[in-house]
């Protein structure tokens, strides 16, 4: 028996303090997200982080909550029942696909089992990043082992590093941002924020940047776009330490000081939208960018469940599975 696993970020219960200082208690204790000592970041995340974080966290959490719950896992959903779907019609022998969350629930170590439970001996996990990093799809490569490391019979085990510039995604990025286009009008600059990470780890190895600007410049290539008609940025920077630039704020800024009055956005490394693309992009960013002088903003939405990136997807899932069907 075939089993998927698709893994993604994950997400709190609910907007409330409580409900996210469990959440960011594990999400910021994860090695892979802080380097450094354990010792003193345990001192810093127990004594200030998880004291002042989720207060204004959960503010932010319920400006994006839905009747269906967090943005993030009713998408990730959808993305499941269409992956299912897909791929049982595309394989034509029956898969198991289940979803896993790196932090919160339904979490790595449910999905995992309930495969094993359902007779699955063949094993992909797909982490939903486009681009690799240590900080995100090692980690899902960690909480894989982690489980399988206890276990006395364990699946054949595949994994997908990344698809930074898979031709289906790539398309499919291009479709959107034509159909936005189409629909709403072209704005002066698109503007392509991805989530950063501290310039240090980059600096040591990790090549997160590098996957990043190639995504960029092949969506650029696909949309027939100059150079100077659009940016790479990066967002969602957490602590002192510098992480990687340009930053997202930052760059709207200038933008709008610059004299562009019309730009777009969009968030190529998210494969789902949440809090980080609609909180951070669509409402906070955009009214740094009409302060500083910007008169239209207009957030192109990241490929959730559309057709064309379940088929990508689905494609990709395919080529990964060859031998095995």
């Known amino acids: 028996m075939l089993g998927i696993l698709i893994a993604n970020l994950g997400t709190p219960?609910?907007?409330?303090?409580?409900?996210?200082?469990?959440?960011?208690?594990?999400?910021?204790w994860d090695p892979r997200v802080v380097e450094g000592s354990r010792p003193l970041w345990w001192l810093a995340l127990n004594g200030v982080v998880l004291r002042t974080r989720p207060r204004k966290s959960a503010e932010a959490y319920s400006k994006v909550w839905t009747e269906q719950g967090s943005p993030l896992l009713a998408i990730s959903l959808r993305q499941l029942d269409a992956l299912r779907t897909a791929l049982n019609q595309r394989l034509g022998a029956p898969v198991e696909v289940r979803l896993g969350m790196r932090y919160g629930k339904p979490s790595i170590a449910q999905g995992l089992q309930e495969l094993l439970d359902a007779g699955v001996q063949r094993l992909l996990v797909l982490p939903?990043?486009?681009?690799?990093?240590?900080?995100?799809?090692?980690?899902?490569f960690d909480a894989v082992a982690a489980i399988f490391s206890k276990a006395r019979d364990i699946p054949a085990l595949r994994f997908v590093r990344d698809y930074h510039a898979d031709n289906g995604y790539i398309e499919a990025l291009a479709a959107s941002v034509r159909e936005h286009w189409q629909a709403r009008g072209q704005g002066e600059r698109l503007v392509l924020s991805f989530?950063?990470?501290?310039?240090?780890?980059?600096?040591?190895?990790?090549?997160y940047p590098q996957e990043c600007h190639a995504t960029a410049a092949r969506l650029a290539a696909a949309l027939d776009l100059p150079a100077e008609r659009w940016n790479v940025t990066f967002q969602s920077r957490f602590g002192p330490r510098?992480?990687?630039?340009?930053?997202?704020?930052?760059?709207?800024?200038?933008?709008?000081?610059?004299?562009?009055?019309?730009i777009d956005l969009?968030?190529?490394g998210f494969s789902a939208?949440?809090?980080?693309?609609l909180e951070e992009n669509a409402m906070t960013n955009r009214e740094l960018f009409f302060a500083a002088g910007g008169e239209r903003f207009e957030y192109i939405p990241c490929l959730n469940d559309r057709a064309d990136h379940i088929q990508a997807l689905t494609d990709l899932i395919a080529r990964e599975l060859g031998g095995w069907l």
């Open 128 to 140: 939903l990043y486009p681009q690799y990093s240590a900080t995100t799809t090692a980690s899902v």
């Open 242 to 262: 510098e992480w990687l630039q340009p930053y997202t704020d930052k760059t709207l800024e200038a933008l709008a000081r610059d004299g562009i009055r019309h």
């Open 273 to 277: 939208d949440c809090l980080e693309t």
């Open 195 to 207: 989530h950063g990470i501290p310039k240090e780890y980059a600096d040591r190895g990790d090549p």
């Open 13 to 28: 219960d609910e907007p409330t303090p409580e409900a996210l200082r469990r959440y960011l208690g594990e999400f910021l």
């Open 266 to 268: 969009a968030c190529p």
